[in-house]
């Protein structure tokens, strides 16, 4: 326990840390050959984010909401923003929507939550969300130094499709129950790059929290580092697998659980889940 993984319902070492180092996770395909596993949601796949011109540019939360709002069911937008701002409520990804939500080249803006109790956004079931070089900031000082309870402003719930991409972070998030960064309700998270740093979770995942049988979680590169699960029947300070986490590649390290009844400071996976890794 407190080691890299944690398997369902042993004991945790209060305050434990982690390390999971690069690794590859490879299924085997119906000609016996081996493949990384990946996931693509049926019709929306990410925007390719490689010199992305924005079909939109925003500088402040509500030119952000309409932009992301006014875009019509079955569409797909690439938003640049045009500076670091505050939002100040949560934004959903309706349904049959495929947002993009890039920085200029070189630059990675933050927006910082300031409404309490709330996440920066909220992905639908049939909405694809893909965060480029920009910022997640819930400005709650979170991470291994902080501790519960206290004001929630989470990063995403995700229960369609959710891509990280390379210059993402999502970072000092907080939410009072689980997913500090990122809560995986149902659905596909797929983290290519970025990081998810320094977030906090009252109970379970303080930096990803896998909630449903049904959710599906697709590391292929990037950092889970440095978040906090400060109590509560369920740890996972990293992650917390409920459903499938395939871990292709990145790095989960310096993760701590401080839950003496429930472990896993890197990685805690649920009765009747998967965690494969190489």
């Known amino acids: ?44 796949a990410p925007a390719s984010l ?32 045009q500076n670091s701002f505050s939002l100040t409520a949560l934004i959903t990804i309706s349904q049959n929507k495929n947002i993009t939500l890039v920085s200029p080249e070189g630059e990675a803006f933050t927006l910082t939550q300031s409404a309490s109790g709330v996440r920066h956004f909220s992905v639908a079931a049939g909405a694809s969300f893909t965060l480029g070089n920009v910022v997640l900031d819930g400005g709650t000082g979170g991470g291994t130094g902080g501790t519960g309870p206290g004001t929630s402003k989470g990063g995403v719930a995700n229960s369609g499709s959710l891509y990280l991409e390379n210059g993402a972070v999502v970072k000092n998030c907080y939410f009072s129950s689980s997913g500090g960064g990122v809560l995986l309700s149902a659905g596909t998270f797929t983290m290519n790059g970025g990081s998810i740093i320094e977030n906090r979770a009252f109970s379970g995942g303080g930096g990803v929290h896998m909630n449903s049988s049904n959710a599906t979680f697709v590391m292929n590169g990037g950092s889970i580092t440095g978040n906090t699960a400060n109590g509560g029947t369920n740890a996972g300070a990293g992650v917390f697998v409920r459903g499938a986490f395939y871990m292709n590649g990145g790095e ?27």
């Open 1 to 44: 326990v407190g080691g890299g993984f944690f398997i369902d319902r042993a004991l945790a070492d209060e305050g434990a840390n982690d390390q999971v180092p690069v690794s590859a996770v490879n299924d085997t395909a119906t000609d016996g050959t081996v493949e990384p596993h990946s996931v693509e949601a049926e019709g929306l």
């Open 252 to 278: 989960i390290t310096n993760n701590v659980a401080t839950s003496t009844t429930a472990g896993g400071a890197g990685v805690l996976v649920y009765e009747g889940s998967n965690f494969i890794m190489g």
């Open 50 to 81: 490689d010199a992305a011109i924005a079909d939109i540019w925003v500088s402040d939360y509500t030119e952000l909401y309409n932009a992301i709002t006014g875009t019509p069911s079955g569409a797909s937008r690439i938003i640049g923003l």
